[in-house]
């Protein structure tokens, strides 16, 4: 009770190579298979317990829709108000344990899956939101042991931070846990945000009433069992799929609602402002409000750029993960001096990728994640093809007869307003806008204000005084800005990831600043020798 605990120093996670012959490609391969074979029943976890409601939805794989994995109770209502009764049970004695015990049960989830738990949670992550080994590895393993060894590092960082004081006296600063509960709503397209949205809340005293996406069920149900292996008590972290406007409409609606983590669209984190705002009255205390949102992310080349730099930025940048990441390239500006070189390349490369399911590793797109983003990524291409401004140069297939396939596709628009260079579209298209090299001081202004986002983004160029120039006059474009690299790929303790303007809050998933958004902090002042009379030396006369 009397030591000072130190966090072991973080490091970030190797990534494994998955390369034939490798060990872990072999333990990946029997898990995909053991687990394809089976369909786990997926329950509600409140308060530590498992709740059946027998309404159920199938979980799917995106490659093959025909193919059930699991199937999952939906919470109503009633559930709903029973987590949030579960966390604030919880709440008091979390929030007032010691910060080495709490932050252990994280470090305990990242040491079994940097072990024993690795190939079950990527092999759930690539079939049930059909992402290839290498995509999996770098999501549901290495970042979510990233966010929680360095959460905790940060952790110790922020408790340490104290005030000064006179002699006399000890001042002292206590960083508590809100009052009430956090609401934790993830997206589908990354398993390490499903972790961290209610985990990092959780590591600085916090409870949680989590709402996982509905395409990421049973890879966000495995997190759960991390984090009940780990040792985190009943009702720190509750788990509830289910209808998103149902579940936000009773967690809205309590007194106790504390505030909110979220990733996922614009509209709906908007809807979830104004909600707070009409209700603020309501609450405990004003709620935290902290997401990061969508992203329409650009890659802007100047005539000096390396020209194989960009075409490889593009590759990867637009279609890894069918360019369902917030931060995927999906408009780039490239010059007229350096299109005759770079389009026959991009072209040849881009329609060299393979594409199929996740058993077959040689593939390097996969399928996108369901029905509804088949329908939207397909319309937007149907309508550049039959469009007098854009042209479909290489792709633009898409079949959804087995699996939600769309083939990555390049579109070149005539105007820099057309749609798709405006539109997040959240799949594998990138659009491209050839633009006069004279023009670079007005494609720069182009980037900034085309898209109300400001996520991620990226310049290529080579002459310094460019690279200065474009920085400066993005300033405001990208939470998360590259130079001659790829708009992706960001790192825990490295770049921590967000943006602002219409992309969020840009509280910085993955270093101090998210985690100060979790506390509320009390100021104490201890005086050992306490005055006795209450005048001042300048009360006295002259």
Known sequence: MNGIPAIPPPVNEPIFSYAPGSPERAELQAELARQADQVVDIPLI???????????????????????????????????????????????????????????????????????????????????????????????????????????????????????????????????????????????????????????????????????????????????????????????????????????????????????????????????????????AKYRSYPRIVGETGGKDFIAVHPSADVTAVKTAIVRGAFEYQGQKCSAASRAYIPESMWGDLKGPLIEETASLSMGDVFDFSNFVNAVIDRKAFDKIKGYIEDAKASDDAEVIVGGECDDSVGYFVTPTIIVAHRPDYVTMCDEIFGPVITLYIYPDAEWEETLELVDTTSEYALTGAIFAKDRRVIRHATNALYQSAGNFYINDKPTGAVVGQQPFGGARGSGTNDKAGSMFNLLRWVSARSIKENFVSPTDYTYPFLEKD
Not at 74 to 99: F, Y
Not at 136 to 148: K, T, Y
Not at 256 to 278: C, L, N, P, Y
């Open 46 to 280: 409140i308060g530590g317990e498992e709740v059946r409601t027998g309404n159920t939805i199938d979980v799917v794989m995106p490659h093959d829709h025909g193919h059930v994995i699991a199937t999952a109770h939906m919470a109503g209502p009633d559930e709903v108000r029973r987590a949030i009764d579960a966390a604030n049970a919880a709440h008091r004695e979390w929030s007032m344990m010691r910060w080495e015990d709490r932050v252990a049960v994280f470090l305990k989830v990242a040491s079994l899956l940097a072990g024993p738990r690795r190939a079950k949670l990527n092999a759930a992550t690539m079939l049930g939101q059909s992402k290839n080994a290498f995509q999996a590895e770098i999501d549901s393993a290495c970042e979510i042991i990233d966010f929680f060894r360095f959460g905790a590092h940060f952790a110790q960082e922020i408790y340490g931070k104290q005030p000064i004081s006179e002699p006399g006296e000890w001042n002292r600063a206590e960083y508590r846990a809100l009052e009430g509960f956090v609401y934790a709503v993830s997206p589908f397209n990354f398993t390490a945000i499903g972790a961290n949205l209610p985990g990092t809340p959780a590591m600085m005293g916090n409870v949680s009433v989590w709402k996982p996406s509905l395409a990421a069920l049973l890879s966000n149900y495995y997190v759960m069992e991390l984090f009940d292996e780990a040792g985190l008590p009943p009702g720190v972290i509750n788990f509830v799929p289910g209808d998103p406007v149902e579940v936000t409409k009773v967690v809205m609606e309590d007194s106790s609602f504390a505030g909110i983590h979220f990733t996922g669209s614009t509209t709906v984190f908007r809807s979830f402002w104004k909600t707070i705002g009409d209700n603020i």
